[in-house]
């Protein structure tokens, strides 16, 4: 079964940049798999940041934005907030009716 | 607004079937995909499955076996079984409606579901 990768922890410093990444453990991520970014902080039922590789929820800061980058789906994080300190998970549809979360990124602003 | 409810036993004992609602108020149930995720404790999200408002689902491959939807559009709600269930289990359960393009923008608060005798 294909496993949806990301790394397990990321640090930026406040008003920083960070890019997560979501790949796959064969094969590469493309705007086929549709995917979406999810935030979740401790207590909290997770949120959509975005959704269809680079569409922005509503409300969501455009600080946020998603992309392709090589052959993985990106999150990049600009002017990152301490608030932004959260796990976030990326998503990938499968195909048949299945999608896949990723093992999500704690990410720390510090 | 959209709004997503979880019910049901907090505690299950092994081997026994888990069972949740999902009750969406604020809107219809028809029309859309509604999904089940779940959090064990120290881990990430897992997808479970999902059910369409015809009865059409589809499951997590490494959990079909034991994984059962229903949906009850009369009563705006659907449902999650899940059977043999073990202490892997545990975890907190949550409902989320998926909308265009896969994106599971409307969830429920979540309950937690511990598996102990």
């Known amino acids: 079964q294909t496993v949806v990768t990301q790394e397990p922890s990321f640090s930026v410093s406040p008003g920083g940049t960070v890019t997560l990444t979501c790949g796959l453990s064969s094969g590469s991520v493309s705007t086929s798999y549709y995917p979406s970014w999810y935030q979740q902080t401790p207590g909290q039922t997770p949120r959509t940041l975005i959704y269809s590789t680079n569409t922005r929820s509503s409300g969501v800061p455009d600080r946020f934005s998603g992309s392709i980058l090589g052959n993985k789906a990106a999150l990049t994080i600009t002017a990152a907030q301490a608030d932004d300190e959260s796990d976030y998970y990326c998503?990938?549809?499968?195909?048949?009716?299945?999608?896949?979360f990723g093992g999500g990124t704690k990410l720390t602003v510090l | 607004q959209v709004q997503l409810q979880e019910s049901g036993p907090g505690l299950v004992k092994p081997s026994e079937t888990l069972s949740l609602t999902c009750s969406v108020s604020?809107?219809?149930?028809?029309?859309?995909?509604w999904s089940w995720i779940r959090r064990p404790a120290g881990k990430g999200l897992e997808w479970i499955g999902r059910?369409?408002?015809?009865?059409?689902?589809d499951y997590n491959p490494s959990l079909k076996s034991r994984v059962t939807m229903s949906v009850d559009t009369s009563k705006n709600q659907f449902s999650l079984k899940l059977s043999s269930v073990t202490a892997a289990d545990t975890a907190v359960y949550y409902c989320?409606?998926?909308?265009?393009?896969?994106?599971?923008?409307?969830w429920g608060q979540g309950t937690l579901v511990t598996v102990s005798s």
């Open positions: 989320a409606r998926e909308g265009y393009a896969y994106d599971l923008g409307y």
């Open positions: 059910i369409y408002t015809t009865g059409s689902t």
């Open positions: 998503v990938l549809y499968m195909g048949s009716g299945i999608s896949v």
């Open positions: 604020g809107g219809s149930i028809n029309g859309y995909y």
